[in-house]
C-alpha cells in the first residue's frame, strides 16, 4: 500500500512569491492535514480537511490556504512568502479524523 | 486544556544500553496518546499508539511505553538502542473536538543520539 506522498520534495522561493506544495493522502483515507515544521518551533498544526471542506485552521495568517479535491488529494497555497515561512511542511493523513495520521516525507520550503 | 511536556530535549545513549525517553501530558478526559519518529530530513513514523486498551503499548522497533494515569505520564522505553534509533521522537495527544473530529497536539520532541 502507498504511503502518503508529497510534491515537490524541495521548493525554492524569493520573499513576496506564492508557493503550492501538493499532497496524495493513502487510498481510503479523507482526511488531510498539514503542519509546519519550522527550525526551534516544533511541529506546528496549519489546516485540516476531511471530505472536501476545511475542518479545522491552527494559529496562521490567512495567506496560508489550501484545498481539498474530489480524490482527497489536497493543496497548500502560501502567499506573499516571507523568510520566516522557510520550513519543512509535512502533509498527514487518516481514514476519518478520529485516527492516527499518517505522514508524508514532507517538503522543504526555502525562502530567500 | 491539553497539552504534553517532553520532558528532556536531548538524551545521549550508548549503543545496546537502555533509552528512556519522557512525556508528560494533561488531558481532561482519557485520552489517545502516540509516539512517532522522526529520522533526518524524513517525515514522520508511527512508533506507537495507546487508546485506553493495555497501559503497555508495544510498538515497531522494540520500542514500548507505558501509560500511568495517577503519574499522567506515558514514557518511552526500549531495553538496548541500536545506532539507527538515532533521530527525533516525538509524543503527541490526540485532542477531540465536536462531531467527532480530533487533531494532534505535539510535544516539542527529544533528540536521541546513540554512540558507538
Known amino acids: 500500500e502507498a504511503g502518503v506522498t508529497q510534491s515537490p520534495t524541495h521548493l525554492i522561493k524569493t520573499r513576496g512569491q506564492q508557493a503550492t506544495l501538493r499532497c496524495s493522502p493513502i487510498s481510503g483515507h479523507t482526511s488531510v492535514y498539514w503542519y509546519q515544521q519550522a527550525l526551534g518551533l516544533g511541529l506546528q498544526f496549519l489546516l485540516w480537511?476531511?471530505?472536501?471542506?476545511?475542518?479545522n485552521r491552527g494559529n496562521f495568517p490567512p495567506r496560508f490556504s489550501g484545498r481539498q479535491f474530489p480524490n482527497y488529494s489536497s493543496e497548500l497555497n502560501v502567499n506573499a512568502l516571507e523568510l520566516e515561512d522557510s520550513a519543512l511542511y509535512l502533509c498527514?493523513?487518516?481514514?476519518?479524523?478520529?485516527?492516527?495520521?499518517?505522514f508524508g516525507p514532507g517538503t522543504r520550503l526555502t525562502v530567500l | 486544556a491539553q497539552s504534553v511536556t517532553q520532558l528532556d530535549s536531548h538524551v545521549s545513549v550508548s549503543e545496546g544500553t537502555p533509552v528512556l525517553l519522557r512525556c508528560n501530558y494533561s488531558s481532561s478526559y482519557s485520552p489517545s496518546l502516540f509516539w512517532y519518529v522522526q529520522h533526518p530530513n524524513k517525515g514522520l513514523q508511527l512508533l506507537l499508539k495507546?487508546?485506553?486498551?493495555?497501559?503497555l503499548v508495544k510498538g515497531i522497533n522494540g520500542f514500548e511505553a507505558e501509560f500511568k494515569k495517577s503519574e499522567t505520564s506515558f514514557h518511552l522505553t526500549k531495553p538496548s538502542a541500536h545506532m539507527s534509533d538515532a533521530a527525533e521522537y516525538f509524543c503527541?495527544?490526540?485532542?477531540?473536538?465536536?462531531?467527532?473530529?480530533?487533531?494532534?497536539?505535539f510535544g516539542a520532541g527529544t533528540r536521541l543520539a546513540v554512540h558507538p
Open positions: 480537511y476531511d471530505e472536501g471542506e476545511e475542518r
Open positions: 503527541v495527544v490526540s485532542v477531540a473536538f465536536s462531531g467527532g473530529y480530533n487533531k494532534l497536539i
Open positions: 495507546y487508546t485506553s486498551a493495555a497501559t
Open positions: 498527514a493523513s487518516s481514514p476519518g479524523g478520529y485516527n492516527e495520521q499518517f
